[in-house]
């Protein structure tokens, strides 16, 4: 069964003009949709989609240049061929400017140049569909990357925001620690020294303390060994130095990331003389 997958619709006022030109596309792939006038070829447009038009010029009521102006304006996807046996340049520009015409055949015509004018129109009919269509799926992707563009720009500011906020909060960690009056010492998973503040030399020779160095060429001892039990254990450990005024407590920090050292007076009253030092 032979599928139509494009039509023709033919408008002229004489029947025998409709007649020879369902006789010349009787073989071909293409639907004949016929109508005797302007009027009815607009309610044949109605009922199906079309995409070639030839189209009688002179008719009477509506010409065929005014039913292929409303015709560009209510279909303007359609190719529209004008016929005519008057050899009339204005009628002509007429039919062009106002119909956009696609092609202009004087009539009577050649059977076989007119059929390839219809194949010509049916492949130009094609590549507008298809441009449009590439035109619409350009638009969108150009909305979608509109969006996620926005969205990128949105993100990337609320992350500038979130670690400048964090960076921020470091800094102010940063000044804490540095004026606490204990001594603390950061140490990474690796066994790395990676933080020491500016007390530590209250507690410990600074001159044995160096960032990333690792805290067993540092550390001696009981205090080694309190400070490898809470890395190697993830557990909160502490221990008096043996001075009895000095205490130490290892604190295992979240998702196994080392551990925090801090170094304080077990006499509150010794804070006061360490106060007066630090300012």
Not at 33 to 43: N, R, Y
Not at 60 to 79: H, R
Not at 108 to 116: A, G, K, R, T, V
Not at 139 to 164: A, G, M
């Amino acid at each position: 069964m032979q599928i139509n997958k494009y039509a023709i619709l033919c408008v002229d006022d004489e029947r025998n003009v409709l007649r020879s030109l369902k006789r010349l596309f009787f073989d071909t792939e293409y639907k004949i949709v016929t109508a005797e006038s302007g009027e009815e070829g607009l309610k044949k447009l109605e009922e199906r989609e079309i995409q070639v038009i030839i189209s009688d010029y002179r008719m009477p009521g509506m010409n065929g240049v005014s039913f292929l102006s409303k015709v560009k304006d209510l279909y303007p996807g359609t190719i529209r061929i004008v016929l005519s046996g008057y050899a009339d340049v204005a009628s002509i520009v007429d039919a062009i400017n106002e119909g956009h015409i696609y092609k202009f055949i004087a009539k009577p015509w050649n059977d076989q140049d007119l059929i390839s004018t219809v194949q010509r129109a049916i492949e130009h009919f094609k590549l507008q569909k298809e441009n449009s269509l590439l035109i619409e799926k350009l638009q969108e992707t150009n909305i979608e990357l509109k969006e996620l563009s926005e969205n990128l720009e949105k993100k990337v500011d609320e992350r500038t925001r979130d670690l400048e906020n964090k960076n921020r909060a470091l800094e102010v960690a940063h000044k804490i620690l540095n004026y606490l009056p204990v001594g603390v010492v950061g140490i990474d998973s690796d066994e790395m020294i990676v933080y020491i503040n500016r007390h530590i030399n209250h507690y410990i020779d600074m001159n044995a303390l160096s960032l990333g160095e690792s805290y067993k060429s540092v550390f001696k001892d009981k205090v080694l060994e309190t400070i490898s039990k809470s890395l190697e254990e993830k557990t909160l450990s502490h221990m008096v130095l043996e001075n009895n005024e000095v205490s130490l407590i290892c604190l295992p920090l979240p998702d196994k990331a080392g551990i925090i050292v801090t170094f304080g007076l077990l006499n509150p009253d010794k804070y006061e003389e360490l106060f007066d030092e630090i300012q």
